[in-house]
């Protein structure tokens, strides 16, 4: 990422002594960056729009991906990186104002299942507009090539997760 770039972003890429950090964790550094960067971003947008934040957006796109656009708790938890107590702190809000919805499970009654109702589904489609504009803002400065090619980078990266 160019400095001039980073600032109007107010991050600054990392550009440690090379002996310190090989190249590998700079780009890990400057990633985590770029993301807060992003995050913020669309607290900030979203927020003042719609009334949501970034995390609830994300809430509310992996429940419409999902079949039957629900999810358990714990699947939804373990989705947006979450834990469990996290991610009830995070819904309750949500199922107050009719965002998502409590499901009750057929099987099992320990079971929690979260669903996405029509107020919600109503949020989302009006954020991924907003989203999409500032989306297109935040890479204006990486042509399509570049794009595609930090997707793959990014997707290869998602598919080999840290061991524990």
Not at 6 to 15: D, G, N
Not at 43 to 67: M, R, W
Request: proline share 4%; aromatic share 4%; charged share 25%.
């Amino acid at each position: 990422m160019r400095a001039v770039e980073a600032r109007r972003l107010r991050i600054m890429p990392v550009t440690p002594k090379a002996e310190q950090f090989p190249q590998r964790s700079q780009l890990l550094l400057n990633l985590w960056l770029c993301s807060e960067a992003h995050r913020q971003m669309m607290d900030q947008s979203l927020g003042s729009i719609h009334g949501i934040a970034y995390i609830e957006y994300l809430v509310l796109h992996h429940l419409a991906q999902a079949p039957g656009e629900a999810l358990r708790r714990i699947d939804l938890a373990r989705t947006i990186s979450r834990s469990a107590s996290g991610v009830t702190r995070l819904l309750r809000p949500m199922e107050k104002i009719g965002l998502v919805s409590k499901v009750l499970s057929e099987r099992d009654a320990r079971v929690s299942i979260v669903a996405l109702t029509d107020a919600g589904r109503e949020r989302l489609r009006d954020a991924t507009r907003s989203l999409n504009q500032l989306s297109e803002k935040f890479t204006a400065s990486i042509n399509d090539r570049e794009v595609a090619r930090m997707e793959s980078a990014l997707a290869a990266l998602a598919a080999r997760p840290l061991a524990s």
